[in-house]
């Protein structure tokens, strides 16, 4: 069985450098055997990769490759607390979406995340969900993503 940081690499994809802190937060707490991360934002080398609404300048494919980065954000402030990646199970993903009143497509943005972490942990990815439209998100990002972890054994 492959490890998490195997199946990103089969993604093309690698755990990202932490993003660090816009304002007076940690971008992860560990209590117990939870991890609880801060709303990660799109960023890849400290910028946004889009800004705008869904619905709007942003399309909702767009932004589902948002929530991914998003997840893999999360993914890299979840390892920082945690150590290894390998005993890890998500459990509560929430989902904003900074989206145009008429878009009603939150949940299928929301997949961009869900469906990476289901890739990268297999059932450990299996996880409960919520997809929140918004009128605004930090930095006008169309979509932030938090996490609540499990780190098993």
Do not use: W
Request: charged share 15%; proline share 8%; glycine share 10%.
């Amino acid at each position: 069985m492959n490890t998490p940081e195997e199946r990103l690499a089969e993604l093309g994809l690698t755990v990202p450098e932490v993003v660090p802190p816009l304002a007076v937060y940690v971008p992860a707490v560990r209590v117990g055997s939870l991890v609880y991360t801060s709303g990660q934002l799109p960023i890849i080398d400290g910028a946004l990769i889009a800004t705008g609404k869904v619905g709007g300048e942003i399309t909702p494919e767009q932004a589902a490759a948002c929530a991914q980065q998003c997840a893999l954000n999360a993914i890299a402030a979840i390892r920082a607390v945690a150590g290894d990646l390998s005993h890890i199970r998500i459990v509560k993903v929430v989902a904003f979406v900074a989206s145009t009143p008429d878009f009603t497509g939150q949940p299928g943005v929301a997949n961009g995340a869900s469906e990476l972490f289901g890739a990268v942990f297999g059932d450990a990815g299996v996880h409960a969900r919520s997809a929140v439209g918004v009128p605004v998100l930090p930095l006008d990002a169309p979509v932030e993503v938090e996490v609540i972890a499990e780190i098993a054994g």
